[in-house]
């Protein structure tokens, strides 16, 4: 069974552009969570997606949005980067029991972006 | 919301002992507690886990146990080996209201398993 597949794994923007995070997540897993990892910040809630609907997000500004798709993919995309987007963006992939409530979580290898 | 401390933040123990880490979390609500090991340039693995129903869970050489009451979660590894060097993250769960489950981690110990 594969895993979350994240591309790319790697990224390098300048500021004030926008970038694209894709997410695929575990075949038969309808939950997508994004989460931000940095040194100073650890690890951070930014939204989850399921059956196409951004149902949680975090604290973060609208910069960050999301989509999911009919097949489950996610997008994460940020507008107008700033130098402390900088981070590792993880996503997570769970599926939904029958009382609604997320199983386990499991990550994909993240996408590294730098912003210069 | 919901806060989760991690303690240590570096632990360094010699090749087969046991390494102890430990979190407590604020939020009563909280039924839901896995630890995560990353691994350099990896994606967070999920290792063993526990729900708020059980006090202890055991897998091997992996183990953690849960104190409700006084909001408590370690994760216990015996006879350590190299590979088990890596930062370890705990987590908890709460329910949200749009269904689905949010993750609060802790800050991260970075374990060291000296030959």
């Known amino acids: 069974k594969a895993g979350v597949t994240q591309t790319p794994r790697y990224l390098i923007k300048t500021r004030g552009q926008q970038v694209t995070l894709s997410c695929s997540p575990i075949?038969?897993?309808?939950?997508v969570s994004w989460y931000q990892q940095t040194p100073g910040q650890g690890l951070q809630f930014l939204f989850e997606?399921?059956?196409?609907?951004?149902?949680n997000k975090g604290n973060f500004p609208g910069r960050f949005s999301g989509r999911q798709f009919s097949n489950s993919r996610s997008e994460m995309n940020v507008s107008t980067l700033e130098l402390g987007d900088s981070a590792l963006y993880l996503c997570?992939?769970?599926?939904?029991?029958?009382?609604?409530?997320?199983?386990?979580?499991?990550f994909g290898q993240g996408t590294r972006l730098t912003v210069v | 919301g919901e806060n989760v401390e991690q303690h240590p933040s570096t632990l360094s123990v010699q090749e087969g002992d046991s390494a102890v880490i430990k979190c407590t979390y604020s939020d009563s609500a909280s039924n839901y507690f896995p630890w995560y090991k990353q691994e350099l340039g990896k994606g967070p693995q999920l290792i063993i886990d526990?729900?708020?129903?059980?006090g202890e869970k055991k897998d091997q050489r992996i183990a953690v146990t849960l104190n409700k009451t006084a909001k408590h979660f370690s994760l216990h590894i015996t006879e350590t080996q190299p590979e088990d060097s890596a930062v370890y993250f705990c987590a908890a769960s709460i329910r949200l209201t749009g269904g689905g489950n949010k993750l609060t981690f802790g800050t991260g110990t970075q374990l060291k398993v000296e030959l």
């Open positions: 075949s038969g897993h309808r939950s």
């Open positions: 526990i729900r708020s129903n059980v």
């Open positions: 997606y399921f059956s196409e609907t951004q149902r």
């Open positions: 997570a992939s769970s599926h939904r029991d029958r009382d609604y409530v997320n199983t386990e979580a499991f």
